[in-house]
């Protein structure tokens, strides 16, 4: 609400650009309609154009058709030139490591930093958590109606069940270096899970790594009895109070990328630089 009142009272002072810098894009999760749920981004994006906004400078979208949504240019810069500097520099013995995918929905993000590093790559299939999609949200429509009449030439298929599968993982992380890499840490459960399985299968060192580590509620106690030996965060968001609860949260400056764009927007530069071998899948 801050940055939209301060948007439209620069448009009702008759600015000529008003250019929104926002590292870490609320809601970008909430970026596809589920059941009958509301997309959250689109309205987010109509109400920062109503602002006045006419450009955004972001980073790592969890979605990167979000870009779709807006009428104006979004910079969707990327934080991975700098994990993966962080992963060759501070990592001991990064050579014998492993890039994990935490879910399959993550793997074309983790197929990209093992190429570009020329590491294996490993998958984790099956989650024992329901995944937010599956939960039971309250929001049937209609609400069910004792004795409601059926059109009589109405038969609806019943939909099957979806039946989690055993977790396993897809690749070798015996005596390696395991690096879970993801966009968003939040809810550090499905992390600390998957960190028990790579340890269960032999992986003797275990890495996260997240562009914006929103690390909320108990994240920074769950992390420290975890199995998990460092989570490497930029500082998108700010989490200096959780470094403060746990010593293996761990943060990489992003700010001269942001500060670059910044600098080529406002001289009319070319931004192409800024995205020099980014892969499709990054």
Do not use: W
């Not at 340890?199 to 420290?224: D, F, Q």
């Amino acid at each position: 609400m801050e940055l939209l009142i301060m948007a439209y009272a620069l448009k009702t002072a008759c600015a000529r650009n008003i250019i929104g810098v926002i590292p870490y894009f609320p809601y970008s999760k909430q970026s596809k309609m589920r059941k009958r749920g509301s997309i959250v981004c689109k309205l987010l994006a109509s109400m920062l154009a109503k602002a006045g906004l006419t450009h955004i400078i972001t980073m790592d979208l969890h979605q990167k058709e979000i870009q779709g949504f807006f009428s104006f240019p979004v910079d969707n810069l990327r934080a991975s030139p700098f994990l993966l500097q962080y992963i060759q520099e501070e990592i001991p013995n990064y050579r014998n490591a492993v890039i994990v995918a935490k879910s399959p929905d993550a793997a074309k993000r983790a197929q990209s930093y093992a190429e570009r590093l020329r590491l294996g790559l490993a998958v984790i299939h099956g989650e024992a958590q329901c995944a937010e999609m599956d939960m039971d949200d309250g929001r049937h429509s209609p609400p069910m109606v004792k004795n409601a009449t059926v059109h009589p030439g109405l038969e609806l298929p019943l939909m099957m069940a979806k039946e989690k599968p055993p977790i396993t993982v897809v690749g070798d992380v015996g005596g390696r270096i395991a690096i879970i890499v993801d966009d968003i840490i939040d809810d550090v459960e499905s992390f600390v899970a998957a960190a028990e399985i790579l340890k269960e299968r032999g992986a003797y060192r275990i890495y996260v790594m997240a562009t914006h580590g929103i690390l909320s509620a108990e994240a920074p106690r769950l992390i420290e009895e975890s199995s998990i030996d460092e989570v490497v965060v930029t500082n998108t968001v700010p989490h200096e109070v959780q470094k403060l609860q746990c010593p293996k949260i761990k943060t990489v400056d992003v700010s001269l990328i942001l500060s670059e764009a910044i600098r080529r927007i406002h001289n009319g530069e070319s931004m192409a630089y800024l995205f020099r071998n980014i892969t499709v899948d990054d």
